[in-house]
C-alpha cells in the first residue's frame, strides 16, 4: 500500500478523572508509562515501538486532544502540509510535544485535531523491562491483560461524505470499506494506509453533533484475551458496552468499554483480515437491507446498544449513558 | 510501506503424489479446488481473493515450479521489469498461465523460477459458496481445519547476502529480520513489501544445494486451529516436523508439516507482529550467541529437527528425512 | 462424588425435519451416525464412549422423546427404581431400544420421559474411524467443528421446586446452584451426579407449560470452537439465540442454537469450574436482586432474548420463535 | 465416581529459595498468599475454595512434604484410617497445620508423606478479593497468567505395582491409564476419585531412587494461556522442560516448567477428556510398541527430554538438570 501517510503514531485523549484513567490502562490493559509532564500521562503498549501511543490530559470533559499520523518519508509530509494547506484546514507547524519532532497541526472538516510528522523518538528499554526478543521493543508485562500495540479510532462526524473525502483526498488514505443506508446516505467509512483495514474509521454522530471522538483501539491477537479482559471488567465494574463478539465489517473480533474518564475503548481480538491487493474495490455495506444492516455490525455475538450510536466524548447533554439507559 | 511489489500471488509446487497432495490441501486444510487443467489443480483458501494461490502439479519430484508476485500498479511492473532485466535474470513475458495475464518470468540468482505480473483473475464465487460477509470472497469451508490465506514462501538458498540483494535491490523488497552466524556469515533473511514481516524468507541450505524450496505458509489467524490441525495430523499420519511452537524471529506461532508430495508446508496461528515504521531497522539476530541462537528459532514449544535446516525440495540424494532420521 | 447414578447417556429428540436435524448434527457439528432404524437416528460425537448419545426421529412437532441415566452400579439401579416405584412415578422395565440393556422408564412430576439403566454398548470404532489415541473411541471428525462429548440436558418446568426434589431425592442428584426470584420463588435448579456442576437443570416455564424441552448441551473443550461454529452458523442461517457469552451459573462459555427441527442446542465451549468438594453448599443467585439477576445469566457477551425463557420444546402456542420476535 | 476419597486439597513443598518460590506462584502464576506460618507460605489459586492448596517451606533442599486428601464424609475417612493402619502404614492423627481439623498422616509404600482428613477451613474472601461470581470464591488476579484451581499431583515411584495397588486398594482409587514397558513392566499409572482422569499419577523413577516427587498441577482451563505463560517464562529465565504440548495419556495440553526452588510444576491447559463411566476398563499403552510409545507420551508438540524421566526432587547425585543436559 502506496501512501503517504504510514501509521497512526498515538491518540491524546482528555479525562476528567486522570488517575483512574491512567489506573485503567496500566493496571486492567498492561500499559507502561512513559512519562508524565504537567497534568498529562505518556503510556505505550509492550509491542509499540515508539515513546507513547496514548496520552492522558486532565480536564474537565472527556474527549479527543489530537490524533498523531507519521508520514511515509520526508517528501511526502511536505506533500501532505501542501495538501492540508490547500484545503484550508492547516494550523501550522509545532515542535513542543514530548517524544515527537516538528510537527504540522490540522482539523478535520468536522473540527477533530490531527498532527503530522515524520521525526519522533523510539522507545529504547531499561535494562528491567528489554525483552530477549529482539523484535519486541520490552518485555510482556506482568499485569492485567496486556494490550500489544495501538490498532485504530475512531471518530463520529456530522457528515460522513465530506470528512471521507478529507481523509483520502487530501490525507491519501484508501477507503477499505463503507456503510450506505437509507436513501444512499453514507453512515460508515473505514480507512486504511497499511494492510491494516483500517487505521481510521469514521461514523455518523446520530446526534447530529461535529467532532467528537468514538473511540481508540488496542489490539490483543489472541480472541481467548478478549474473554479474559472481559472476565476482568464484569469482576471490577468496568462497563461493557458490547461484545466480545465479531463484526463484519473488517471481520474484527471486538469488545467495547468506557475507561474511567468516559472515553470508549476497543479492545482487538485478532487481527481481522488484511488487504494486500493493489487495486481494492471498497466492500459497500447497503445497510437500508435487513442482512447487511444485521451482518455489518455483528457478524456473531449479541447486538450493539443505542448507545454506540449516539455516545461520544464529549458527551453531548441528554445523550450521556445514563439517558441513553446504561 | 511503498515498495513496487505489492503482495505474493501464488506459489506453484510440483508434486510426485498430484491426487494425495490435493487431498491434502483439499480435506485437511480445507481448501477449495478453483480449477484443472492438464496435470494441475489450482486451489484457494476462503479469504484468498484471486482465483488461486496454491497450483500443484504432476512431476517426478517435488519442489517448486513457480512464485508469482502482484506489483503495485503498471508502473511499478514496468520499474521492477528492468530492473530484473539490467541484472541479467529476466526470461521474458508470458501470459500463458490459468487466472493471471501478461507475466514477466525470471529467476532469483540462486534459480528459483518466479513470475511478476500486474493483471490477474479475481475470484467470483459461485452461489453455493458465495458469503454473507461482503469482505469475505467465499463461505469458510466445513472441511477440516481451513486455512483462511497465503501467507509467505520460503527458499533455500546457497548464498543469502546474494540473493537478499536481489530480493532487495532489484525486487524492492524490505529487509525486516536477519539472522548472522559464525564469522559473519548471514544464514536467514526475512523479507516483505507490507505489514507482515515477510512474504519471502532465505534460508542458508546446509547442504550447499541452489535453488531449493523450503516451505509456503498458509495462515489461521487463531492459535487454537494449530492444535486442532496438529491433532488431526497426529491422527492421520501426516508427519509434524516442528510446532506447535513460537519462533523469536517473526513471532509466529508455527506448525510445519510435510504434504504427502514431499513439500514442506507452515501453518501459521497468528499474525505475529506487524510493521508499520517507514524507517524500520532490520532486526539482527546474533545466531553465533547462543541466547539469540535458542530464542530466535523457538522463542517456545521444542526444538526445530536438523531436517528443518537440511531438508528442502527437490530432495537432496543423502538428505531425505529418512537419512535425516525422521 | 457419591450418587447412585453416574453420569448421562443419551437424549432422544423429535424432529419434524428429521434429514435436516440429522444433517445439522453430522455436517455442522461433525457427529457421527452410528445406527438408523424405522423413523429414528442415533448420533454420537467422537469422545462419546457408547453407541450413541443423540436419538432423533421423525414427528409431527420437535421436543423431547426420553433421557437415558446410567446407574453407578447394579445396585444403584434397583435402589433407584424403588425410590421411582414409592414416588409413583415409575413406568416400568423395558430392553427394546438400540444400543441399551434393560432399562427402568419413569417420568418426572411434570411429565419429562426418563429411563434409567445400568447394561448398555459401548461403540467399538471399525478401522477407518479407529484413533492413535488409545482414550479417545474414534477419530476426531473432518466435518464442521465437531463436538466432542454430550455433557447435560435442560428441562423447562411448571414447577421448579416439585421437580427438583424429585430430582435430589428420588433421582439422587445433588443440587448445585439455584436461582431464587421475586418472593422467593425458585426459578432455576442445577443439579449433577460428577464434578460437572450440572448434568440436567431445570428452569421456570415463563408459558406455565408443563413437561417442555430447553436443550441438549454438547462440549467443545476450547473456547475458540463456539467463534468458529458462530462463524459457520452466521454463514449458513443457522439461527443463533445468544452467545457466545459467559454464563455466571455454571461459568459456562456457551452459544444457544436451534437445529432444523425446532429443537434448542447448547454448545459448551469450556468446562466452567467443576466441583470435588463432597459438602459443596448450593451456590445460591438471588436474581430478585439486580446484580445477581445481571451477572448470573451473562456474566460477559451481550443478552439473552425474551425466547430463552419462553420457547421450548414442543412449541406452545403463541410462543414460537417468530412470535416471540426472533 | 464413588470413592472413599473425594479429591485433592494441598501439595506441600520444600524449597531452598521459598521467596523466589513464593513470588514464581504469586507473581507469574497469580496464585494468592492465604497465610505465613514459621518459614512456611501457604498459597492458593484463585478458584481453589480451600483456604491453601499449596504450602511452600524453607529447606536444605527442594521436595515434597506432603500431600493432603479429603476424603469423601466422615465415615469414608473412619474406612480409609482402618485399611491404612491393616496396610501398615499409618502414622496416626494430627491436629496441628493450618486450614486444617484432624488429620490422619501416612505414607506410601515408597514413603511419600500423605495425609487424610474430613475438616478443613474454606476460604473467604475478604471484600477486596470478593468476586460478583458467586461461584468465584476470589477474584480473578492481575498478576501474571493466574492459574485457576490445584490439579493434580505426580509421584517418582522405585516399584510402580506396588504402589499403584497402595493407591487403588488401601486409597480407593481407581485405575484411569497405564503404561506397559518392555518385558511387561508397569512403568506408569494414572489415578483418580473423580471425573479427572487424575489426581494421582505415578511414574517409574529411571533412577530407581524411592519416594520422589514429580510435579504437582494447576489448571488453567483455556488453551491460550498455556502460550502466554510459556511466552512470559522464556522472557524471564524460567526453564521450560516441555510443551506446550499435548499429552495422549490424560489428553492433556501441558506445560512443565521448574519453580525457583527447584520443583517441577505441570500447567494444565485444558480439561483433557473426562470420565463419568462407572465400569471404566483402564486404557493401557504398550510402550514397548513404538506408536504406544510415542503418542503416549506427546500426541503433538516436540518430546520430552530425557530429565522428564530422571529429575525428581529431591535430586539424586548426578541427575541434576545441569548434569541432565538442561
Not at 509491542?47 to 501511543?53: K, L, V, W
Not at 457528515?159 to 477507503?175: A, G, I, K, Y
Not at 465489517?249 to 472515553?263: D, K, R, S, V
Not at 485478532?270 to 493493489?278: A, E, K, R, S, W
Request: glycine share 10%; aromatic share 12%.
Amino acid at each position: 500500500m502506496n501512501s503517504d501517510i504510514a501509521q497512526l503514531v498515538s491518540v491524546a485523549l482528555y479525562s476528567p478523572k486522570p488517575d483512574e484513567s491512567v489506573a485503567f490502562f496500566h493496571s486492567l490493559l498492561g500499559m507502561e508509562i512513559s512519562h508524565r509532564e504537567g497534568q498529562s500521562v505518556y503510556l505505550r503498549a509492550y509491542e509499540d515501538f515508539y515513546q507513547y501511543t496514548l496520552k492522558i490530559t486532565e480536564a474537565a470533559e472527556p474527549g479527543l486532544e489530537e490524533i498523531t499520523w507519521r508520514a511515509s518519508s520526508p517528501e511526502a509530509l511536505e506533500r501532505r502540509v501542501k495538501a492540508i494547506e490547500a484545503a484550508g484546514l492547516g494550523s501550522g507547524w509545532t515542535d513542543q510535544d514530548y517524544g515527537h519532532g516538528r510537527a504540522y497541526q490540522f482539523g478535520t472538516p468536522d473540527g477533530h485535531r490531527m498532527k503530522l510528522l515524520w521525526e519522533l523518538d523510539y522507545f529504547h528499554a531499561p535494562p528491567e523491562l528489554k525483552s530477549k526478543l529482539r523484535n519486541r521493543p520490552s518485555k510482556r508485562p506482568l499485569r492485567g491483560v496486556p494490550v500489544r500495540r495501538i490498532d485504530h479510532v475512531n471518530l463520529m462526524v456530522s457528515d460522513v461524505p465530506q470528512n471521507r473525502r478529507f481523509m483520502t483526498e487530501t490525507l491519501d488514505f484508501r477507503l477499505r470499506e463503507q456503510k450506505i443506508g437509507d436513501g444512499g446516505v453514507e453512515v460508515g467509512a473505514w480507512l486504511s494506509v497499511s494492510a491494516l483495514v483500517h487505521e481510521a474509521a469514521l461514523m455518523r454522530d446520530a446526534t447530529g453533533a461535529r467532532g467528537r471522538f468514538h473511540h481508540v483501539a488496542y489490539w490483543y491477537g489472541a480472541p481467548q484475551h478478549l474473554l479474559d479482559i472481559a472476565d476482568i471488567f464484569s469482576e471490577r465494574d468496568v462497563l461493557i458496552e458490547g461484545g466480545p463478539a465479531k463484526h463484519g465489517t473488517t471481520q474484527a473480533y471486538f469488545l467495547y468499554c468506557f475507561e474511567p474518564g468516559g472515553n470508549r475503548v476497543e479492545l482487538f481480538g485478532d487481527t481481522g483480515y488484511l488487504i494486500f491487493d493493489p487495486e481494492w474495490q471498497t466492500v459497500v455495506w447497503d445497510v437500508a437491507n435487513e442482512v447487511d444492516l444485521e451482518k455489518s455490525s455483528i457478524w456473531f455475538g449479541g447486538q450493539l446498544p443505542r448507545s454506540f450510536y449516539r455516545y461520544g466524548t464529549p458527551v453531548v447533554p441528554g445523550h450521556g449513558l445514563v439517558e441513553i439507559g446504561r
